[in-house]
Protein backbone atom coordinates (compact mmCIF):
# COMPACT_ATOMS: atom_id res chain seq x y z
CA UNK A 1 0.00 0.00 0.00
CA UNK A 2 0.65 3.68 -0.58
CA UNK A 3 1.87 5.46 2.45
CA UNK A 4 3.37 9.08 2.94
CA UNK A 5 4.89 9.89 6.26
CA UNK A 6 6.31 13.29 7.32
CA UNK A 7 8.04 12.17 10.89
CA UNK A 8 7.80 16.14 12.47
CA UNK A 9 4.25 17.39 12.87
CA UNK A 10 5.79 21.12 13.59
CA UNK A 11 9.00 22.74 12.36
CA UNK A 12 10.38 26.18 13.70
CA UNK A 13 13.10 27.72 12.54
CA UNK A 14 14.10 31.25 12.53
CA UNK A 15 13.95 34.13 8.99
CA UNK A 16 17.29 33.31 7.30
CA UNK A 17 18.06 30.19 8.46
CA UNK A 18 17.87 26.97 6.33
CA UNK A 19 14.69 25.07 6.28
CA UNK A 20 13.88 21.21 5.47
CA UNK A 21 10.33 19.42 5.71
CA UNK A 22 11.02 15.53 5.66
CA UNK A 23 8.66 13.13 3.76
CA UNK A 24 9.26 9.52 3.21
CA UNK A 25 6.95 6.97 0.99
CA UNK A 26 6.79 3.61 0.51
CA UNK A 27 5.57 2.35 -2.67
CA UNK A 28 7.24 -0.35 -5.15
CA UNK A 29 6.70 1.39 -8.55
CA UNK A 30 7.34 4.35 -10.17
CA UNK A 31 5.88 7.38 -7.87
CA UNK A 32 4.25 11.29 -8.84
CA UNK A 33 5.33 13.08 -5.57
CA UNK A 34 3.74 16.54 -4.65
CA UNK A 35 4.33 19.27 -2.49
CA UNK A 36 1.07 21.15 -1.04
CA UNK A 37 1.00 23.81 1.22
CA UNK A 38 -2.10 26.11 3.40
CA UNK A 39 -1.77 29.35 4.08
CA UNK A 40 -3.10 30.42 6.97
CA UNK A 41 -6.84 30.82 5.84
CA UNK A 42 -6.44 30.32 2.29
CA UNK A 43 -7.07 26.84 0.50
CA UNK A 44 -4.95 24.01 -0.16
CA UNK A 45 -2.76 24.66 -3.10
CA UNK A 46 0.14 23.04 -5.15
CA UNK A 47 3.77 24.21 -4.24
CA UNK A 48 5.86 21.72 -6.49
CA UNK A 49 6.02 18.46 -7.89
CA UNK A 50 8.82 16.03 -8.69
CA UNK A 51 8.37 15.47 -12.12
CA UNK A 52 8.77 19.26 -12.89
CA UNK A 53 12.22 20.04 -11.20
CA UNK A 54 11.76 23.95 -10.69
CA UNK A 55 11.79 25.76 -7.71
CA UNK A 56 8.68 27.94 -6.27
CA UNK A 57 9.07 30.85 -3.60
CA UNK A 58 12.58 29.61 -3.23
CA UNK A 59 12.29 25.57 -2.29
CA UNK A 60 13.23 22.89 -4.06
CA UNK A 61 12.42 18.62 -3.69
CA UNK A 62 14.24 16.13 -4.88
CA UNK A 63 12.76 12.57 -5.39
CA UNK A 64 15.86 10.26 -3.80
CA UNK A 65 14.18 6.45 -5.10
CA UNK A 66 17.19 5.10 -2.95
CA UNK A 67 16.09 6.39 0.13
CA UNK A 68 12.53 6.73 -1.30
CA UNK A 69 12.29 10.60 0.17
CA UNK A 70 10.98 13.64 -1.61
CA UNK A 71 12.22 16.09 1.54
CA UNK A 72 11.26 20.21 0.60
CA UNK A 73 14.20 22.50 1.17
CA UNK A 74 14.73 26.41 1.22
CA UNK A 75 18.06 27.72 2.18
CA UNK A 76 16.55 30.77 3.20
CA UNK A 77 13.71 30.94 5.40
CA UNK A 78 10.98 33.69 5.60
CA UNK A 79 7.71 34.51 7.76
CA UNK A 80 5.39 34.57 5.03
CA UNK A 81 7.13 30.77 4.71
CA UNK A 82 4.92 29.89 7.81
CA UNK A 83 2.07 27.28 6.58
CA UNK A 84 1.32 23.61 6.52
CA UNK A 85 2.42 22.04 4.28
CA UNK A 86 1.79 18.23 2.98
CA UNK A 87 3.48 15.31 1.37
CA UNK A 88 1.88 13.76 -1.54
CA UNK A 89 2.10 10.73 -3.75
CA UNK A 90 -0.37 9.13 -6.60
CA UNK A 91 0.82 6.04 -9.00
CA UNK A 92 0.80 5.95 -12.35
CA UNK A 93 -2.17 5.70 -13.75
CA UNK A 94 -3.78 6.66 -10.33
CA UNK A 95 -6.94 8.53 -9.72
CA UNK A 96 -6.08 8.81 -6.33
CA UNK A 97 -3.64 11.46 -4.44
CA UNK A 98 -2.21 10.44 -1.21
CA UNK A 99 -1.44 12.84 1.52
CA UNK A 100 1.21 12.47 5.01
CA UNK A 101 -0.48 14.20 7.75
CA UNK A 102 1.35 17.14 7.14
CA UNK A 103 4.26 19.58 9.10
CA UNK A 104 3.46 22.94 10.57
CA UNK A 105 5.78 25.49 9.81
CA UNK A 106 6.67 28.35 11.89
CA UNK A 107 9.46 30.92 10.58
CA UNK A 108 10.06 32.87 13.59
CA UNK A 109 11.63 36.73 13.22
CA UNK B 1 -8.86 32.21 -12.52
CA UNK B 2 -10.31 28.19 -11.57
CA UNK B 3 -12.44 28.18 -8.85
CA UNK B 4 -13.54 25.14 -7.05
CA UNK B 5 -16.82 26.65 -4.56
CA UNK B 6 -18.26 24.65 -1.62
CA UNK B 7 -21.63 25.89 -0.56
CA UNK B 8 -21.47 26.23 3.17
CA UNK B 9 -18.51 27.44 5.25
CA UNK B 10 -19.64 26.81 8.65
CA UNK B 11 -22.51 24.15 9.94
CA UNK B 12 -23.59 23.15 13.00
CA UNK B 13 -25.62 20.14 12.90
CA UNK B 14 -27.42 17.58 15.55
CA UNK B 15 -26.29 13.76 15.83
CA UNK B 16 -28.69 12.25 13.84
CA UNK B 17 -29.49 14.75 11.11
CA UNK B 18 -28.72 14.19 7.41
CA UNK B 19 -26.13 16.74 6.02
CA UNK B 20 -25.64 17.66 2.76
CA UNK B 21 -22.38 19.16 1.13
CA UNK B 22 -22.31 20.69 -1.80
CA UNK B 23 -19.23 21.57 -4.47
CA UNK B 24 -19.39 23.21 -7.57
CA UNK B 25 -16.43 23.86 -9.89
CA UNK B 26 -16.20 25.71 -13.03
CA UNK B 27 -12.97 24.43 -14.93
CA UNK B 28 -14.87 21.39 -16.62
CA UNK B 29 -13.24 19.05 -14.71
CA UNK B 30 -13.42 14.86 -15.24
CA UNK B 31 -12.67 14.13 -11.29
CA UNK B 32 -13.78 15.64 -8.52
CA UNK B 33 -13.02 14.25 -4.46
CA UNK B 34 -14.14 14.85 -0.93
CA UNK B 35 -11.31 14.82 1.80
CA UNK B 36 -11.85 15.24 5.25
CA UNK B 37 -8.88 17.42 7.22
CA UNK B 38 -8.12 16.56 10.81
CA UNK B 39 -5.04 17.99 12.73
CA UNK B 40 -2.62 15.32 12.97
CA UNK B 41 -4.44 13.25 10.58
CA UNK B 42 -4.03 15.24 7.47
CA UNK B 43 -5.64 14.79 4.39
CA UNK B 44 -7.98 11.78 4.02
CA UNK B 45 -10.11 10.84 1.24
CA UNK B 46 -13.59 9.52 1.32
CA UNK B 47 -14.81 9.91 -1.26
CA UNK B 48 -14.03 10.50 -5.67
CA UNK B 49 -16.01 10.61 -8.84
CA UNK B 50 -14.29 9.93 -11.96
CA UNK B 51 -17.46 10.96 -14.60
CA UNK B 52 -21.03 11.89 -13.95
CA UNK B 53 -22.66 9.19 -12.01
CA UNK B 54 -19.49 7.29 -11.24
CA UNK B 55 -17.72 7.02 -7.89
CA UNK B 56 -15.43 4.96 -5.88
CA UNK B 57 -14.81 4.80 -2.20
CA UNK B 58 -11.83 6.41 -1.11
CA UNK B 59 -10.04 4.94 2.22
CA UNK B 60 -12.90 6.44 5.13
CA UNK B 61 -16.05 5.98 3.18
CA UNK B 62 -18.27 4.58 6.19
CA UNK B 63 -20.97 6.66 7.01
CA UNK B 64 -20.62 8.99 4.48
CA UNK B 65 -22.28 8.74 0.60
CA UNK B 66 -21.88 11.02 -2.61
CA UNK B 67 -23.52 12.12 -5.96
CA UNK B 68 -22.32 13.13 -8.81
CA UNK B 69 -25.12 14.15 -11.44
CA UNK B 70 -23.88 16.83 -12.98
CA UNK B 71 -20.24 17.04 -14.13
CA UNK B 72 -19.73 20.86 -12.03
CA UNK B 73 -21.26 19.06 -9.03
CA UNK B 74 -20.41 16.60 -6.14
CA UNK B 75 -22.37 16.25 -3.21
CA UNK B 76 -21.15 14.93 0.29
CA UNK B 77 -24.06 13.28 2.26
CA UNK B 78 -23.97 12.27 5.70
CA UNK B 79 -26.70 10.15 6.25
CA UNK B 80 -27.55 10.31 9.96
CA UNK B 81 -24.52 12.88 11.81
CA UNK B 82 -22.07 11.27 14.42
CA UNK B 83 -20.09 13.48 16.61
CA UNK B 84 -16.86 11.69 15.42
CA UNK B 85 -17.88 13.46 12.06
CA UNK B 86 -17.09 16.88 12.96
CA UNK B 87 -13.83 18.17 10.82
CA UNK B 88 -13.31 19.83 8.23
CA UNK B 89 -14.08 18.71 4.61
CA UNK B 90 -12.69 19.43 1.39
CA UNK B 91 -13.79 19.44 -2.21
CA UNK B 92 -11.22 19.29 -4.89
CA UNK B 93 -11.17 18.80 -8.77
CA UNK B 94 -8.63 17.96 -11.10
CA UNK B 95 -8.11 17.11 -15.09
CA UNK B 96 -7.31 13.53 -16.07
CA UNK B 97 -5.80 14.80 -19.17
CA UNK B 98 -1.85 14.44 -19.44
CA UNK B 99 -0.87 12.61 -15.99
CA UNK B 100 -1.85 12.83 -12.79
CA UNK B 101 -2.44 17.32 -13.03
CA UNK B 102 -3.07 19.49 -10.23
CA UNK B 103 -5.44 19.13 -7.66
CA UNK B 104 -7.97 22.47 -6.79
CA UNK B 105 -9.22 22.81 -3.89
CA UNK B 106 -11.89 24.89 -2.20
CA UNK B 107 -11.80 26.09 1.10
CA UNK B 108 -13.30 24.33 3.04
CA UNK B 109 -16.68 23.41 5.13
CA UNK B 110 -16.01 23.24 8.91
CA UNK B 111 -18.87 20.69 10.22
CA UNK B 112 -19.65 20.59 14.29
CA UNK B 113 -22.05 17.72 15.32
CA UNK B 114 -23.45 18.40 18.57
Known amino acids: AQRVTQPEKLLSVFKGAPVELKCNYS??????LFWYVQYSRQRLQLLLR??SRESIKGFTADLNKGETSFHLKKPFAQEEDSAMYYC???????????FGKGTKLTVNP | DVKVTQSSRYLVKRTGEKVFLECVQD?????MFWYRQDPGLGLRLIYF???????EKGDIPEGYSVSREKKERFSLILESASTNQTSMYLC?????????????FGEGSRLTVL
Open chain 2, 27 to 31: MDHEN
Open chain 1, 50 to 51: HI
Open chain 2, 92 to 104: ASRSRDRGFGELF
Open chain 2, 49 to 55: SYDVKMK
Open chain 1, 27 to 32: YSGSPE
Open chain 1, 88 to 98: ALTQGGSEKLV
